[in-house]
């Protein structure tokens, strides 16, 4: 070592200190129940929309077979395609209000 030269060793140690946390995990902190309130609300809302165009398909299609079984020359594709849009609209409806449910 020379007169007026110095030298350092610097060693990095990783450390597990708790950092300061960004500001959306604040906001998920302050605002997590109410947003997952509003979640709950939204699931509920839309399951009852799909109840509802469930309830809408299912009357068409009790319409739809009476036309077919007063003239069944027309076919059944009508009343198959809204019978099996009644069914869709049925599961989504149920797994809207499971997800709503299961969230609690």
Do not use: H
Request: aromatic residues 16%.
């Amino acid at each position: 070592m020379m007169v007026g030269e110095r030298t350092f060793e610097c060693t990095f140690v990783a450390s597990n200190a708790a950092r300061e946390p960004t500001m959306s995990q604040k906001l998920k902190v302050m605002f997590g129940d109410f947003l997952r309130a509003l979640r709950q609300l939204w699931l509920e809302c839309i399951g009852g929309v799909f109840l509802a165009l469930g309830i809408l398909f299912s009357l068409a299609a009790i319409q739809e077979y009476r036309k077919y079984v007063s003239s069944p020359e027309i076919g059944s594709g009508r009343f198959l395609l809204v019978a099996f849009s009644s069914g869709i609209m049925f599961f989504f409806a149920l797994e809207s209000f499971w997800k709503a449910r299961k969230s609690r």
